[in-house]
Each structure stands twice: as structure tokens, then as C-alpha cells.
């Protein structure tokens, strides 16, 4: 209108501020955690005062000390696997963060004989010196990357451990398809001194420093990248020491900053709880949980544990596993499976553990999508088809290595 003066928009940043419902005058937070601001202990201590919630996890067979169980046993033959995988996702990212599964293996002639089997492992491995996170040289025995080196010496119990569809089914409910499996073997001897409390991999293996460069959001996406177990080969007595758990405290956001700090692992040794387990059981939990291997109370129980350690196909393991020499040693008995029955939830297990099911990193000009897909074959594509067309151990290697090579820049 002719004679008045039209009204100033604010700046736009402004308005968007605004819209937001923030305050323009306020600071953006730092994206890190500081070093000379430490966590919150009484919010932790809130934290881990909470209790498991039995209607959330109607298919447990109980709780103990915070601590959901499963009988695989007592479940019905055919189980509702997804509501499972619900439940225990549940406890993994919001629950109590741990759960144990009974009768995980119920063969233990087959544990056994694979006990020889890591037994001859130790033995050929003595001449050098290695220790492991916590315990120094000898004092207890340990087999790095157990998982490759268990395949290459004894391919037929690999094959029937690892076919296992449980071990599958759990690996699925907390990272998806395409996980890839490293395991190395603990066992603790009478008079094995415990842990100091901690986090694993990835950030749990850093230092305070190294950790707090790692943004907030990466270290709360730490955790869902790994899943951590353990498949008890002897039983555990709780004199024995099993792992103690603070259930809980994997929701602690600063948690990976926090468990270096003095009160908090005083915290964590007034308040772990542990389970007793038998040879076969298995124990899963979110390595950002918490958690620390117990004191080895008794003269006669060398506790025999196969560690775990699973990774996101988004993630990067902590070991290197050369599943060529894998699937070279094992593939005929892969092949004997399939030949029983074919492509069984124990053959799907059992590919899922020694293949890579991600195809990325590749180079998409030699190894572009196929029509209407988004990505080219992955390792268990090419094993799931040479199952189907007979391939002998030559034809899967040799197709595995083209593609390989083909992936390369």
C-alpha cells in the first residue's frame, strides 16, 4: 500500500530457529564427551537399580539376578522364532542388556571332542608367548582366532558346531543378516584372578583419550554393531567364576568414558551379578554391558569358555578371518550336510557362519548389480548356489576368488 512501510521478515536462521523451539541465544552442545567433566554416577546408579520385567519376556523360563533364561529345550519343536529374536533384541538394547540360554549345544560328547581338539591348539601354540586382555602369559590358556584355526584342524565337528541354527537365530535378532562370527577360547584355571570391569569392541578396547574423540551418537552406535557371547565347554559353578554382569548399565550413555573411573568400578564390584552355567549353555550380551570374568574360587574346575565376538556387516571384526582357507577344509562336509536333507536351517547357519554375506566394498564396474538389484553377489550367493548346482571344493574357491579379485580396484 502506497505510504506505508512493509514489515521486515526476521532472518531466516531466526525463524528456523524458532520453528524448532529453540532458543537462538542458546549454544549448540558439544558433540563429544569432555574428559574434565565426568559421568554422572548417580545417574548410573539409577540406572542399574531398575529389575527385569517378566511380562516383557513371557518366553523366559525364569529371571535370575536381573538376568533373563531360556530352556531351549522346554520350547515348543517348533518354536515362534521371531518372538524370540523380539525378546531378546529387547534385552539387548533396552532391557537388562544379558541373557542365557540353556542347552545352546545339547551334544557334549561333541563339546568334548572339541575340547581335544583346542587342547591340541594350546599345545602346538606353547612354544611362543601371548596372553590375553586381562591375565598374563600361562596363566591361563588362550586361543586367538579359534574359529579359523578349529576349521582347519578338525573340519567335521567346525561343521556340526557352527551349523548350530540357535547360534544364527541369536546373531540375527541383534544385527541382522550378514554378520561375521570370530571366536577365541578362554579357559581359566584354578586360582584365575578376576577382571576389572569393562566394555569391549570396538571403543572398549580405546583409551579415555582415544574414546573421547569419537562423537556421542558414534559411541551410543558402538554397541549395535557387535554382539558378544560365550558357549560355556565345561560347566561353571559360580565358584568357578562366570562373568559378572551389571545388568542395566549398557543404557549409560557415557558408559564408555565412565568404566575406567574409579567409582564406577567400585560401583560394579558392589553390585555384579553372575548365573552358574552348564557345558552347553551360552550367555549373550551388548558389549557396551558392563562386565568382567570372575575369580577362579576352586582347586579342581578349569572354566573352558568359547568367547563369542559377532560383527555387523556394517562393522569391522577385530580379527581377520581367512574364510577361503575355511571353506576350503570344510566345504565337503558342508556338502554331506546339505546332501541329508538340503538347504536346512542347519546349512543356512552353518553358510552364514563361513561366508561373507555383505558384498561391500566391491568395484561396481567389474562387479555391477544385476538387473533391477541394488548389489552384486555376496560369498553366501555363490555357496547357496553351489550347494544347489553340486560345485566341488575347486569350483566354489575358484568362484570366490574371481569375485574377490574382481572386487579389488
Keep these: 500500500m502506497v505510504g506505508t512501510t512493509a514489515p521486515v521478515a526476521p532472518p531466516l536462521q531466526n525463524q528456523n530457529a524458532q520453528s524448532n523451539g529453540i532458543n537462538s541465544a542458546a549454544h549448540i552442545p558439544s558433540r563429544v564427551y569432555s574428559l574434565s567433566h565426568p559421568p554422572s ?32 529345550s522346554s520350547l515348543p519343536h517348533t518354536p515362534n522364532t521371531a518372538r524370540l529374536q523380539d525378546e531378546w533384541h529387547h534385552i539387548l538394547l533396552s532391557g537388562p542388556g544379558v541373557f542365557v540360554l540353556r542347552n545352546f549345544f545339547t551334544d557334549t560328547a561333541l563339546l568334548q571332542h572339541i575340547n581335544t581338539v583346542f587342547d591340541a591348539i594350546i599345545a602346538s601354540e606353547s612354544s611362543y608367548e601371548k596372553g590375553d586382555h586381562f591375565a598374563a602369559f600361562s596363566k591361563n590358556g588362550r586361543i586367538w582366532n579359534s574359529f579359523q584355526k578349529h576349521a582347519e584342524r578338525d573340519p567335521a565337528s567346525f ?20 554378520y561375521q562370527v570370530t571366536t577365541q577360547v578362554n579357559i581359566v584355571k584354578p586360582g584365575g584372578k578376576p577382571q576389572v570391569t569393562h566394555r569391549d569392541y ?49 543404557q ?21 551379578v553372575s548365573v552358574e ?19 577362579n574360587r576352586t582347586t579342581d574346575v578349569e572354566r573352558s569358555a568359547n568367547l563369542l ?7 569391522r571384526t577385530m580379527e581377520s578371518i581367512d574364510t ?3 571353506i576350503s577344509k570344510c566345504w565337503d562336509e558342508v556338502r554331506r550336510l546339505h546332501a541329508e536333507a538340503g538347504m536346512t536351517s542347519e546349512v543356512q547357519a552353518i553358510l552364514s557362519a563361513i561366508g561373507e554375506g555383505y558384498p561391500f566394498p566391491t568395484n561396481l564396474d567389474r562387479r555391477p548389480p544385476a538387473p533391477g538389484g541394488m548389489a552384486p553377489e555376496s560369498e553366501i550367493d555363490i555357496l547357496q548356489k553351489a550347494l544347489e548346482r ?9 568362484s570366490i576368488k574371481t569375485i574377490r579379485k574382481d572386487a579389488m580396484p
Excluded at 511380562?55 to 525364569?62: G, I
Excluded at 552355567?277 to 575369580?295: C, I, Q, S, T, W
Design 159 to 178: 561343521v556340526r558346531y557352527y551349523s548350530n541354527p540357535w547360534l544364527a537365530h541369536v546373531c540375527e535378532a541383534w544385527l541382522g543378516p550378514a
Design 41 to 72: 554416577l548417580a545417574s548410573f546408579e539409577t540406572l542399574c537399580a531398575q529389575s527385569a520385567n517378566p511380562d516383557l519376556y513371557p518366553q523366559a523360563t525364569s529371571i535370575v539376578s536381573n538376568i533373563p533364561i531360556y530352556d531351549l
Design 202 to 250: 570396538h571403543l572398549g578396547f580405546q583409551t579415555a583419550e582415544a574414546c573421547a574423540k569419537f562423537p556421542k551418537a558414534m559411541q551410543m552406535a558402538s554397541q549395535l554393531l557387535t554382539l558378544q557371547g560365550a558357549v560355556a565347554h565345561s560347566d561353571m559353578p559360580l565358584e568357578s567364576g562366570p562373568t559378572r554382569f551389571l545388568p542395566f548399565s549398557q
Design 252 to 272: 549409560f550413555e557415557e558408559g564408555f568414558m565412565a568404566y575406567r573411573v574409579k567409582e564406577f568400578q567400585e560401583y560394579f564390584d558392589r553390585n555384579w
Design 309 to 315: 565376538q559377532v560383527s555387523s556387516a556394517m562393522g
Design 324 to 326: 577361503l582357507s575355511i
Design 390 to 398: 553340486g560345485w566341488s571344493t575347486e569350483e566354489v574357491l575358484s
Design 277 to 295: 552355567l552348564k557345558m552347553g549353555d551360552a550367555v549373550f550380551f551388548n558389549p557396551a554391558l558392563f562386565h568382567a570374568a570372575g575369580e
